[in-house]
């Protein structure tokens, strides 16, 4: 494929190939946001990654971790009617908006989904949206070897995102305003990506970087860890309809204070049977009536639905049944 250089001349920079399977490009994770006129800066959408592969009217889809997804969303088989071409590879996220916000939650109902029945009825009742950043194959050509920004241009050229079902993802200029806008949006985070970077499949690189705002949750204390005879984790979950998620445990952010007061207390709430609706992935505990709630900060969520990297902020006076997805 032929490509325009800076000084507009036309040179090779595209081999001409199969559509392999391709690992995706991974942000690597920085503590701190900033503003570079080498970075373009991306929203980092609250959704499940995914590389769809396009040939002919066929449409595969795969994820982050090369697990097919094809069957999970079956409205992007019509991707094939807005691409200017025969076979493309693109790379992006799924989401599901909830409130004008997009939900992991959400998302994930349809991604764990395999009855054709219920992703039928999913369809209809939780629409997804597919945030298009990237571009890596296209006709004939490898794109991968290729500077980020001539990718940018291709994509734009290559697909129509007339359609509501697709979102070309926006580029800004700068990093802190947009790290401030998702703060204020309580979103997730953003992504800074080197203007000259090429697609490396992995980790194994420093050009594409994600900056994450920890956000947070009321939760709801289902059961505890001792350590000496003292709380050291509280067992975390959330209400969806009636039943209690499991979210995953946290310790971090307790005080000497706080274990002490949690072990009396606690102690009085004890039951033998678990909170829990779904008892899968609960470690041993002790188990507790589900009548207390803490504010808990978070980096993002895992895709089994615990919580990444949890820390209690603070007990509140959010009675139970108000703490829902």
């Known amino acids: 494929m032929r490509i325009k250089n800076q000084n507009g001349e036309r040179k090779q920079e595209a081999s001409d190939t199969n559509m392999d399977i391709v690992r995706p490009m991974e942000p690597i994770s920085n503590p701190e946001v900033f503003d570079s ?14 590389l769809s592969y396009i040939e002919g009217n066929e449409v595969r889809l795969i994820n982050k971790k090369l697990n097919p997804r094809t069957v999970q969303y079956p409205e992007l088989q019509q991707l094939p009617e807005f691409l200017a071409g025969h076979k493309a590879i693109l790379d992006g996220e799924i989401i599901v908006l909830k409130d004008g916000k997009p939900s992991f939650p959400s998302v994930m109902k349809r991604d764990q989904c395999s009855s054709g029945k219920t992703i039928s009825c999913l369809t209809h009742y939780v629409p997804i949206n597919y945030m298009v950043f990237d571009i890596l194959f296209l006709n004939k050509s490898n794109l991968t070897a290729i500077p980020w920004q001539e990718r940018a241009a291709l994509l734009i050229e290559a697909v129509d995102f007339s359609s509501p079902l697709l979102y070309l993802v926006e580029n800004f200029s700068q990093g802190k305003n947009l790290f401030e806008a998702v703060k204020n949006n309580d979103m997730e985070g953003i992504v800074a990506k080197r203007k000259n970077s090429l697609y490396i499949q992995g980790k194994h690189h420093r050009d594409w970087l994600k900056i994450k705002y920890r956000r947070s949750l009321c939760c709801v204390i289902g059961g505890y860890t001792l350590r000496s005879s003292r709380v050291n984790s509280l ?16 310790g971090s952010g307790l ?3 706080d274990k002490d007061l949690l072990t009396t207390r606690l102690g009085e709430m004890n039951s033998s049977v678990s909170p829990f609706s779904i008892n899968t992935g609960v470690p041993p505990a002790i188990f507790t009536r589900p009548l207390l709630t803490v504010r808990v900060e978070y980096a993002e969520w895992t895709e089994n639905m615990h919580l990444r990297s949890p820390v209690i902020k603070g007990f509140t006076a959010t009675k139970p049944e108000e703490c829902t997805l």
């Open 255 to 257: 005080s000497e204070a």
């Open 37 to 50: 006129s080498d970075y373009v800066f991306q929203v980092k959408w609250d959704g499940v990654r995914m």
């Open 235 to 250: 067992l975390l979950g959330i209400y969806q309809d009636e039943n209690l998620l499991y979210l995953g445990r946290a």
